[in-house]
């Protein structure tokens, strides 16, 4: 039976020429196109999260589904303020159907905050679930007051499957299981650092011992103290989610104080090429979580492309290597297409929601369907995951660095393309 | 043996908040002008000894060289065509133009560089460590010390051994005066900021050999170059290198304690200072 959902898929994934938007979307038909407000940091220290957003959007409108589409980009300047205002201004002066936003919780949270309380169906991505959801609640601190919303919906990975992949990959090398945590004083630190949703209770389940200096500011220019803390608890390993210059000077710093770690698994810092560039030659082997990559065996519900098309595809398009929010940038836009594929009137904010909220679509960063797999009840109605894997950065004799997948023992269906090795 | 290793650490960061600050002292303590644009400038010379490392080829310390005239032909350029029209009786313009001066730099940095972080070129030099006991002392923390000693030796030579350095203190206590003697304010307040800049440089470089510099981080080297000015008193170059080592050795005493004090307390020794002697440690002169 071909069902309108199914047929937008199929035309838009063999690329048919056929005028199929009159038949395929009803609320296309209605002559007007469908208006999308995007936010997403451009400028600011954020901005490395969102450069290859053009690629991804000029690369979404000329697709068969996206040339029915409006697409208006605001950009948020790495600002929570300024994210919440260009939201308000996307919902009342350019009236669109429908809110897409990305990267990090200082951008998504006000945005889905804004939507929600204007009631426009809003989708996000690129933060993990547990900042995004705790921290849009009234009281973060009191559980029992958590509600899920009526038009937020987000697909990320959580803090577990993190504490999962790192834990998976030191389990891969021989240490004395002695780990030291960097956590800033911020919205990731103090959540990674949490004793209830963060590292400790999960390490000391596995017999990893956690030294845990404090919460320091971001910016800081000296690591002595944490240096000193780790020697003197003489950690094999050191994890954690410094910024990237908070990162450089940990490590600088580390070297010079003979202070040298057998893995160093660390979130945020080392996301970009760009960042591990800048520690020279030191940056051999430190490890990361890895959302998305070129080898991920996922392919567009929109275009067909493969993981690895896309990259090639942005890498042809702007000179630069590939980084890991492009696949998500894509799949936002797969899942406004697929959604707005499904609905009757794309300005009826509770049909949008509806159909946002019973999504089953396989996209380029893996399954996306809000059916609470992986989640703890109060989330399972807004949240859908993806899956993680773990990956190191590998030194080219060219002086650049490439991410190399190490360990995917939570999704096996992602191939790894080496063992985890020590930093030497 | 912790502490002892403790406090070198912050003596050594204090050499680096000292670069930061000399060309700050210098600029304030001639013509009291409080250069808001500061931070922002010290990021600009880190792009420009990239530019000059990435297109030619150059070691850094090599680029510097030829980063260092760049610098003071602009300085002198930038006070001589702009900051000389705001200087008055008034301390409000000054303050508003260097801050409008702050925004536009980051923004055409932003625009010209992109937001991606940036490091100097780095080689073995950069992890190289010198064992002193059971104590591991960097070799670039140390060369930055020195270096900022170098340079507060050099900037009082300069002040107190040279006619240029005699025009720089008679201009900053009367320049109705002085100018009677027939020097010309505007030009050395020019020559004065281009000299500044040539520090800023200097504290470019170690600052891009150190960690990360991305068009936004500024204004963040500002705050502890402007405390480390005052804690010294005013006009004092041997009091601004004091205090950057009294912040620096405050962040990492209260870093050994908790590393959430590590920053507040180098606040916290900024405000004791205050209050104990308000005019700074060792002020030049009462005005």
Redesign the interface.
Known sequence: MITRRSLLRTTAATGLTMAAGSLAAPAIAQGARIRLGYVSPQ??????FS?ADKFIIDGFLASEAGAEFEVIVKDSQSNPNRAAEVAKELIIDDEIDMMLVASTPETTNPVATTCEAEQIPVISTVAPWQPWFIGQQGNPGEPGSWRPFDYSFHFFWGLEDVISVFTAMWNQLDTNKQVGGLFP?DGDGNAWGDPNVGFPQPLAAQGYGLTD?????N????F???I?AFK?ADCDIVTGVPI???F??FW??A????FAPKAASIGKAIL?P??VE???D?GHNLSSEVWWSPTHPFASSLTGASAGDLATGYMAATGKQWTQPIGFAHALFEMAADVMGRVEDSRDPDEVAAAIAATQLNSIVGRLAFDGSGLPPFAAANIAKTPLVGGQWRLRGDGGYDLVIVDNSDHPDIPVGGTMEAIS | M?WI??VL??IL?GG??ALFAAGLSLVFGIMRLVNLAHGDLIVMGAYLILVLVTLLGLPPFAALLIAMPVMFCLGWGLQKFLLNRTLGDDILPPLLVTFGLSVVLQNAL?ETF??????L???AL????LQVGPI??????LLTFASAVLVIVGLNQLFYRTSLGRAFRATSDDAVTASLMGIRPANIFATATGIALVIVTIAALYLGL?????P??GP?RLI?AFEAVIIGGLGSLWGTLAGGIII?VA??VG??V???W??LSGHIAFLIVLLVRPRGLFPRAND
């Open positions: 400028s600011g220290p954020l901005a490395a450069e004083n200096p404090g919460r320091y500011q910016l800081t220019d000296d002595s103290a944490q000193n003197q990237p210059p908070d450089t000077t600088t710093q070297k010079q104080q003979g970009f760009q960042a800048a520690l020279g030191q | 912790i290793d403790t650490q912050g960061l680096l908040y932003l992109s937001a991606d972080s940036q490091r070129p780095t080689d950069t992890t190289a460590s591991a002392l960097g070799v670039m923390p150190r960690a990360n510099f991305d936004n981080i963040a502890y620096g962040q990492t870093a050994a908790n590393p959430e590590q920053i």
